[in-house]
Each structure stands twice: as C-alpha cells, then as structure tokens.
C-alpha cells in the first residue's frame, strides 16, 4: 500500500480481555517495528522484526505481550489479559531495510482498557 | 534511562515569532531525525540529520546536528499556526535498526495566531 496501515483505529476493551492489533506496512519495506506511546511518555520501542524475524523482543513489557509477522509483511501484535496500565496509543513503522536513517509510522490504534 | 533529553517541553508563542528547540544526549549518534506529529496521526519524518556540525534547511526549519553527534536543534523562523503540533528527535546509536532508534518525549508546540 501507499502507506503504513493500521487497523483497529481505536479499541475499547474490557480489562482481562484479550485484543489484537493489526499493522500492514509499505509493500517491499522489509523492516517492521512496533512503538507504544503513552501521555507524557515518548515512544517506547516494543519489538522489531526483520522479515518474519524478530530478532529484537526486549522491550515487550510482559509476558502479555506478543508479535508475529506473516509472508514479510502484515504483523499482529496481540495483548492478552489486558490492563489499565496498557491504554495507549499502538504505532506501527516500516522502514526499507533496517536502516538508521527514518521511519514511516501509521495512524496508530488507541487502545483503551476500561 | 531517558537517553535524549527534548526542551522546551512546551511552547506556545505568537505567530510571527522564532523559535528553538533542543535535542540532547550523553551518547554519541550515528544520525538523528526529527519528526512532527499532529493529534491522531502517527509521526511523519521531517529530516535526517548524519554529520557533526550538519546543517538542513527545510522552508523555514533549520535543523542542526551538534559537531559531536550527541545532539541536535531545531530553529523555526515566523512560525506559523500550522507548524502545532508535537516535535520529537529521534537518535541512531547503531546505525540501523531498532536498536539504534531511541525516541525523546517531545516539545509540544503552539503557535498561536
């Protein structure tokens, strides 16, 4: 697609409740990453994959949390048991190859536990 | 550990005015960019910055990476009430890859008009 897409845009849920959320990046973009972004807070990497790789799971908050990556491109990050304390805002990025020099985000999902 | 540290957190001034923000570390960077943000949509890439002392002009935005690599400003001339919105700097340690791509919390600005 023309840009990093996102799906849901934003979700309610039930704390205890388990939810998934969808990032398709910019078709060829080999790198996929996933940034949470809370008030106050900047963005705090979560996990990085490189194909369907992820050679990077170290800032996974919690056993909680998981990623996968199918066919080099669309990735679920999956939140099980949510709590309070995971409302916020899901971005996802693409970038061309691993690369220092920029990300295209998507819109994000703003994810609230109630 | 907040490894880049943004001021102002936040800015609000007139249209017309000029304005600075500041980017900074103790780490050195292989590159830095720095991105802007409006409500409800994800960050949008607005320069990358890779040598000591570089300077990128973008419209009325300088950017400027410090001759040491560990940090960075950004200067905006006559802001306008479309430059609101939330600036974040954004380091490379490693030179690619997640690992090398550490976020500041931001300066929100507002240019009021």
């Known amino acids: 697609g023309a840009g990093v897409s996102q799906s849901p845009s934003n979700k309610v849920t039930e704390k205890g409740k388990d939810v998934e959320l969808r990032c398709d990046p910019i078709?060829?973009?080999?790198?996929l990453y996933w940034y949470r972004q809370s008030l106050g807070q900047g963005l705090e990497f979560l996990i990085y994959?490189?194909?369907?790789?992820?050679?990077?799971k170290s800032g996974l908050p919690s056993d909680r949390f998981s990623a996968e990556r199918t066919g080099g491109s669309v990735s679920t990050l999956t939140i099980q048991r949510t709590q309070q304390e995971d409302s916020a805002v899901y971005l996802c990025?693409?970038?061309?190859?691993?690369?220092?020099?920029?990300?295209?985000f998507g819109s994000g999902t703003r994810l609230t536990v109630v | 550990t907040q490894l880049l540290e943004q001021s102002p957190q936040f800015l609000s001034i007139q249209e017309g005015e000029n304005l600075t923000v500041y980017c900074n570390s103790s780490?050195?960077?292989?590159?830095l960019q720095w991105y802007r943000q409006e409500p409800g949509e994800g960050p949008v890439l607005l320069v990358t910055v890779v040598t000591g002392g570089e300077v990128k002009k973008l419209k009325r935005l300088t950017f400027q990476f410090g001759d040491a690599r560990k940090d960075s400003s950004l200067h905006i001339t006559a802001a306008q009430p479309g430059d609101t919105g939330l600036y974040l700097c954004a380091g490379a340690r490693s030179g690619g890859g997640a690992d090398g791509l550490t976020f500041g919390k931001g300066t929100h600005l507002i240019i009021q008009p």
């Open positions: 078709s060829g973009h080999t790198a």
């Open positions: 990025a693409s970038s061309l190859v691993r690369t220092g020099y920029g990300y295209t």
């Open positions: 780490s050195v960077f292989s590159s």
């Open positions: 994959f490189q194909g369907n790789s992820a050679p990077d």
